[in-house]
């Protein structure tokens, strides 16, 4: 059976917050996206982190581990080199898929750019358990699978939450980080009971816990990370900690960052919901569960690498293969979905097209926002007025140009479209021309050019 340690309280390390991070008393441990961090390079207060002790896990948001296609090789051995350069015991996922599309549907690749819902249902069951125990063979540490927040919901959905992820376990072993904010955030968008998911959870599998806070809007819980933890997450998290002792719990905060006396007070806060004494990261604890099956060793790593595994005969049974008619009626769905949200498909049949435009608004806005933070430039030049503006012209943008190659070249795309559609002032126009220019090395759409790929658009419209 996998020792694991009782990891305590903690925080999500952000490059913002990271000197507060240091200097806050109370932090057992810190989790980063593993995504902005590079294995050779990592940043300077992860290493005096660690070399005070501080256990430091990485969380993957890309991998997709929920979609139809099998785990991507690179992005697997991506998520590996980043728990060996922090000595992780452990690396975390999300169930859920962030893109679809390509060979099995003969369509473009989606990108969502957000977690995205898997469907409950049997044949995507099949799939993730596959997809599971693929990362499984190729990650050098346990593997835990976090639960996400939703705003739609899947038609003729089979199981439950509880018994989807229960499912998951017993056929993988796969260990689970159970987000406590994602499941008050399903109640209310949903209309998900969270004291039934906790029921039916395999609780002794959680290697830790999440913490969030958000905001209800016009009858929508927001799940945004930026505000304070309120008192219903805390009733769950009061709820989970009444059913099982987790080996840790962490806060997540990713804007509108507090001083740092409210971060240290909300982490004493949480540490007291949680009831989890000060001073006992670091011990041995065993439960059942969160275990590799046994027919698959961990691979040989190195001293420097992270902690080896030492599994013994597992419960697990091992996940047949998912047959490929499953993966391709997956594919279909998600795709068609994405389609919805990110193109300009239909809503597709059973779901809530309301619930749907909002989704897809939010998505096009946190976009919107991603794009901004990579090139803050273009918000600067097009102005930041509500109906005008920056916010404006992406979306105008955004409602006929999926995102397909990442934020850079999204951003680029964008300062184009907005060059060759939007009305500008001359000296946003002259602007926002030398900017796309210093990145491109190319000269900008003439006028003659602009006005043709107008043209051309109304009439794709």
Same mark, same amino acid.
């Given at each position: ?24 008393? #109370? ?38 581990? #929920? ?33 679809? /599309? ?5 369509? $473009? ?34 593997? %835990? ?9 899947? $038609? ?16 993988? /072993? ?38 969030? /806070? ?74 059942? /569960? ?20 030492? $599994? ?98 999204? %951003? ?50």
């Amino acid at each position: 059976m996998d020792r694991r340690t009782h990891l305590g309280v903690g925080i999500g390390w952000r490059p913002e917050i990271a000197d507060t991070i240091e200097a806050l008393p #109370g932090v057992d441990w810190v989790e980063v996206v593993a995504e902005n961090i590079c294995p050779g390079h990592l940043p300077e207060s992860l290493r005096r982190l660690r070399a005070r002790g501080t256990q430091v896990i990485p969380h993957g948001v890309s991998l997709g581990i #929920g979609g139809a296609d099998r785990p991507d090789a690179g992005r697997l051995a991506d998520l590996a080199a980043r728990a060996q350069a922090l000595g992780a015991p452990l690396v975390t996922e999300h169930i859920a898929f962030v893109r679809a /599309g390509g060979p099995q549907t003969a369509s $473009p690749v989606l990108e969502a750019g957000h977690l995205l819902p898997v469907p409950r249902t049997r044949d995507a069951l099949r799939v993730l358990c596959e997809n599971v125990r693929i990362a499984q063979d190729q990650l050098p540490v346990p593997l %835990a699978l976090e639960n996400i927040a939703a705003l739609i919901a899947w $038609p003729d959905e089979e199981l439950t939450e509880g018994q989807f992820l229960a499912e998951l376990v017993e056929r993988t /072993g796969v260990g689970l980080l159970i987000d406590v904010a994602n499941l008050h955030t399903n109640h209310v968008n949903r209309g998900e009971d969270p004291t039934r998911a906790l029921d039916e959870l395999p609780l002794e599998s959680i290697a830790y816990v999440h913490v969030a /806070g958000g905001s209800e809007r016009d009858g929508v819980w927001h799940d945004t990370h930026a505000h304070p933890v309120t008192e219903p997450v805390l009733k769950v998290l009061d709820a989970l900690r009444s059913r099982v002792a987790p080996p840790g719990v962490l806060l997540e905060r990713d804007e509108n960052f507090p001083a740092a006396q409210e971060l240290a007070a909300e982490l004493e806060l949480i540490r007291e919901t949680a009831r989890i004494p000060a001073g006992r990261r670091g011990e041995p604890v065993e439960p059942r /569960g969160f275990e590799k099956p046994s027919d698959s060793p961990a691979p040989a790593r190195t001293p420097e690498a992270a902690p080896t595994r030492t $599994p013994e005969a597992a419960p697990t049974r091992t996940p047949e293969a998912a047959p490929e008619p499953a993966r391709q009626r997956l594919a279909l769905s998600q795709t068609a979905l994405l389609d919805a949200l990110v193109g300009a498909g239909p809503v597709p049949e059973g779901f809530d097209g309301p619930r749907l435009r909002v989704q897809a608004r939010a998505l096009t806005a946190k976009r919107a926002d991603i794009v901004a933070k990579v090139a803050p430039e273009l918000p600067q030049i097009l102005g930041t007025a509500p109906g005008t503006g920056y916010r404006s012209a992406f979306f105008s943008y955004a409602s006929t140009r999926p995102l397909r190659a990442g934020y850079r070249r999204d %951003a680029l795309d964008f300062a184009e479209h907005a060059l060759v559609h939007a009305t500008l002032d001359p000296a946003a126009r002259r602007a926002l021309t030398h900017w796309w220019q210093d990145r491109t090395d190319a000269r900008p759409p003439t006028r003659t050019t602009r006005i043709a790929r107008a043209a051309a658009a109304l009439v794709r419209r």
